[in-house]
């Protein structure tokens, strides 16, 4: 991609927020305290969105045997990087995705509706990581929730009676499975 090129897709990315802000009501000036939080909010959205994309395209390039020699050289990162960065979406062993589900592009604003979606399948949370949900399927359905805080003291108490279980920490949150019925 030539410096031009990139300048101009650099622009367009920008303009995202820039025009969430000029066309929302009332529209975001800098004018006060709040509506920077909500461009906060509005920025990372679209990062977040970024991230997803580029794992689909790296996924995209796996597929179509791009190497992570390849892969990697075009990112300016080593294969090694490029492996430990994006593996998880690519991997096509079949024994472990009959056993294993991963979700990606699971972000705080979204991974709470992907826990019950996926709970309801069946699928058991067995780790969280950067924009990943990890399960194993089960023959039983499961609810999640999701802590703020030190994952101690007496909320935790209070879950634990309740029948939740601890399953990981990703700060600032930890998270609590309980099988249903």
């Known amino acids: 991609m030539d410096i031009a090129e990139e ?73 090694q990087a490029a492996q430990q960065r994006f593996r998880a979406l690519t991997t096509t062993d079949t024994s472990m995705a009959e056993a294993e589900v991963v979700r990606t592009g699971a972000t705080a604003f979204n991974e709470m509706r992907i826990l019950a979606d996926e709970g309801r399948q069946g699928h058991e949370l067995t780790g969280v990581g950067v924009l990943t949900l990890t399960f194993r399927t089960s023959d039983r359905q499961w609810e999640y929730c999701r802590r703020v805080g030190s994952g101690s003291g007496s909320d935790t108490a209070r879950l634990k009676d309740a029948g939740w279980e601890h399953v990981a920490s990703y700060l600032p949150f930890h998270y609590y499975k309980r099988a249903m019925g």
């Not at 975001?28 to 689909?56: C, N, P, Q, S, W």
């Not at 995209?60 to 294969?79: F, H, P, Q, T």
């Open 7 to 79: 300048h101009r897709l650099r622009t367009r990315t920008t303009a995202v927020v820039l025009d969430w802000a000029a066309e929302r009501e009332p529209p975001f000036r800098g004018e006060d305290k709040a509506g920077y939080g909500e461009a906060i909010v509005a920025a990372h959205i679209v990062a977040d969105e970024a991230r997803l994309t580029l794992h689909r395209w790296i996924d995209a390039a796996r597929r179509a045997d791009l190497s992570w020699s390849e892969i990697g050289e075009v990112l300016g990162i080593s294969k």
